[in-house]
C-alpha cells in the first residue's frame, strides 16, 4: 500500500477530510456507458467538491467508440448536468481538465501499448505519480481479455507506485466462471491488487452494520441462536426488468442478487468479530460465514427455496407488464424474478436459526433491509391478560429511508393490562441530517487508498458461488413446480414462500 | 407565574400533543434531539439574530435549543420563558421532523444566577454545547457553570471588540480554567475550508515545498480585524514549525515574522478594500518558496463569486490549477460545520497555542 498522504502534507494533520489518496490516474473501460456516465463520474465529482480527489488526478476514459478527447469531455458534462444542474463552467473545466480519451478495441494490445505509453506521458505532466487504478465497467465476458492484455502491456507492475484493478459485477456466471477469472485475474495481479466490487458494500447503513454489532455491547449477548428466532433479510425491487431483459433473462434473480448483495449483508449480520478493521481480517470472518452455509441438495432446494416470476399487475395504479411480456425475454422464460430462500449456518453461534432471504423484482416498493426477530419471553407472565404479543424485531433498513428500528411491547396507559408494540425509531436522515455519500463515491475513494475492507476477496466469491450451485443448477434445469408466472406484479411474491416459515409466529414482513 | 422546569416541560408536551402549529396538528410528529446547545445572547437585537440562527440550524442539528437573553427593561418580569416548536421534513420528505427551542428571557442578576435552572431543561446522555456570541465575560457566575458543564464552549473572535486581547487571554487562561471543556471559536471554522485548499497545493510531489516557503502574503478584508488572517498565519506556522521572532503584540499589525527551517518567514496580512458585508473574509492567499525551482502557490477567489481558484506556479511556469465550488457559509452553516464534529481538534489547539506565543500576555485580574 502507498503512503498515506498524511505523513507527506504536514498541513493535512488536523484537517477533518484526511483520507485524500495519493496523486493517481483512473482508467476506466467501458467509458461511454451507463456506469460511467450515471455513477462513476457524478461520484468522482461529489469527490472532488469535497477535496478527496488527489490534487494530481487524471482519468482517461477507454472505449470502442471512436471520439475525441472534447467530445468525451462534452458528453460527460452532459450527463453530470443532470444530477449537478447548477454546475458552472469554470466548475467543469477545473474538474475535467485532466480527463482523456482513448478509442479501443479491448483485445487489440497496440492500444494497452498505446495507454502505458499515454500514463506515463500523464505521470510526467500530471504528477500521478505512476499510481494507476483500472476499471472494468464493461460486459463480463471481457475482463480476462482486458486484465491478460493490461499484463501483457506491463500495466499491472508496481515499481513506480501502485496498479489496481476494479471489477465490477457479475464476478462469474457460476462457480467454474467465477473460478477460471480469478485464475485469470490473479495470473496478472495479486489479489491485494484487485478490488471486485458490490456496490452494496458502499451504503452508509451496511458499513453501519458493523459499526452497530462492533462498536456496541448491547448487541453481542443476544447476537446468537439462544435468542434470535429467525433472521429476514429483503431486497425488493419495484422495477421490471426495464431494458436488461437479454442479461437477466440468463442470470435471474439469484445470480442478480443473492449471490452478492443478500449473501454479502447476511455475512455482515452473521460473521464473529473480526480481529481487527481491517480488510483481510473482516473477509477471512466473512468467507467462514459463507463457508458455514449449509449445502443444499436437491430434497433441501425443494424444502427451502420458492421461485417465483411476475405476472402482469398494476403498480402506483398503473398496469404493468408480467416479465413474459416484457421487451426481449424468450416465451416460455421460466427465469425467476423472484426467489426466497431458507439458509442455515452450520456455526456454534447461529446452529438452528434459520435466515430467510429473499428478493424480487415488480414488488409493491423498493427496500432493503434486514430483520432480527428475536424468541418470545421464555415464561409469558402476561399470557391471561395479553393474547397478542409481538416478538421484538431489530430491523435495519438499508435503503430507502436509512435507520435502525426496535420494535417492543410496552402497556397501554389504564386500567387494564393491555400492550401495544412500539417503535424506537432511529434515521440517518433525521439525527444526521444530511444525506449519504453515494455507494460509488465511497468505494472510488476507498480504492485510491488502497482499502479493500468494502471490496470483495477472490475465495469469498467462489464460497458464495459454492453455496447458491445447487439451487442454480436445479432451477436451470427443471420447470417450476407451479406454473410460471405465479405472483403477480405490485404483490410481495408467491404464496408459496410462506412455506419457508415453518413456524406459526413466523410471517414474511410487509414492508 | 413562577416558572419552573416542571412547566416548561409539561408545556412542551402539550405543544407536541397539539402539534406546534395549525399544518402539523394531527400529524404524526417525530422529536429528534442529537444535542443540547445552550446559546446566551447579550441583549435582544443579538437575541433575535441568535434565534434566527438556531431555527435554521434546527433542520441540520436537531436538539434541545435553550436561547438565554437579557430583558429589555427592567419593568419586564424577572423570568418569562417560551417554547416553541421546529418542525422540518427528514430526509425522504415522508416524515416530520420536530425539535424545540426554549427561550429564557430574564433579568441580568437572575442570568447570573440562572445555570441550575438551565441544566435542569438539558436532556440526559446528549452533549451540551454552550454558544457565547460575544465577548466573553469576566468572573460571570453563569458563565463559569455552564462552560463547566458544557462539552464544549463556542466563541465567534469575529464579534470580540479586542479579538488580541480576547485571543490572548483564551489561549492563556481556558486549559487551566476549564480543562474538560473544549473551547471553539466559529472563526476557525471560516477558515477551514481555506487550510483545506492551502493544503491540497501541497500533496503529493509539492509536499517538498513547504519547506521553502519564504513568504505569506494573506489578504483580507480592509476595516475588519485581521482575525481570521492571523488564524491562517498561526496555522501555517504550528504546521511547519516556524517559530515567531517578532516583538509580542496588542494590535495585528501588517506583517508577522517566524523563524522557519531555512530562515526568515514573512507573513503579511494585506488588508484589500470591499463592499462591508464582505469585509471580514480572506480573499486570496499566497504562499511563496525560495528553493531551486521556486515556486508561488495561491488560493484566491475567483470572478465567479462562488468560486475559488487554487493554483501553483514553479519556475514562473503554471504547475496546477483548480477551481472550487466555495458558496458563502452563513452563521448557522458555520456553526453546522463545527458541530459535525465532535471530537478535539489539534490543529485549533495547535494554533491558539502559536497565537498565545505571539500575542502580548494578557492581565488576568482585570476586566
Redesign the interface.
Known sequence: MSAPILLENPLRQGLFSDRVPQPCSLVIYGASGDLTHRKLVPALFDLYEKHLLPSSFCLIGISRSKMSDAEFKAKLKDSLKKSEPQLSDSLWESFSQNFHYLAGSYDDRSAYEALARRLDQVDRENGTAGNRIFYLSTPPNVFGDIVENLGLAGLNREDKGFSRVVIEKPFGHDLESAKALNVKVKETFKERQIYRIDHYLGKETVQSLLVMRFANSIFEPIWDRRYVDHVQITASEDLGVGTRAGYYDSSGVLRDMFQNHLFQVMCLIAMEPPVAFEANAIRDEKLKILKAIRPFNEDTVYQWAIRGQYGPGFLAGEKVPGYLQEEGVPPGSFAPTYAALKIFLDTWRWHGVPFLLRSGKRMPKRTTEVAIQFKEPPNLLFKNNLVNLAPNLLVVRIQPDEGITLKFETKVPGMSMEARTVNMDFRYGTAFAEGSSEAYERLLLDCMLGDATLFIRGDEVEAAWEALMPVISLWETTPPEHKFPNYEAGTWGPPDADNLLEKPWRKWRRL | MTVSAQQIEKDLTDLWREGPDDKTKGLGL?R?Y?TNLVAFAPDHVEGYRVEQILNDLA????GRYILIRPAADSTEPPLRHYVMGHCFF???K??R?CCDIIKLVAQKEVIENLYGFTFSLLLPDLPVEFWWPGDLPYENPFFERMATQSNRVWVDSTKFKDPVRSLARLSTFWDSRFPHTLLMDLNWIRV?RW?????????????GY?RDVRKVSIAYGEGSPATRGFFLACW?AS??GWKYQGERITTFPPQLDFEGPKGKVEVVLQPVPVQDAKRDRIFAVGLVTDGDPSGVFTVVR?Q?P??V?AQSEIDKKPA??????FEHFHSNEVLNSGL??LRP????D?TLKMAGTILAKPDLTKA
Open positions: 417525530q429528534v442529537t433542520e441540520k442539528h436537531p427528514g430526509a425522504g415522508e416524515k421532523v477551514q487550510r483545506s485548499l492551502i493544503a491540497e497545493l501541497f500533496d503529493g510531489q509539492w509536499s513547504l501555517l504546521r511547519l475567483d465567479d462562488h468560486c481558484i496546477f490549477s483548480r477551481t472550487v465550488s459535525k464534529n481538534d489539534p490543529g485549533w495547535k
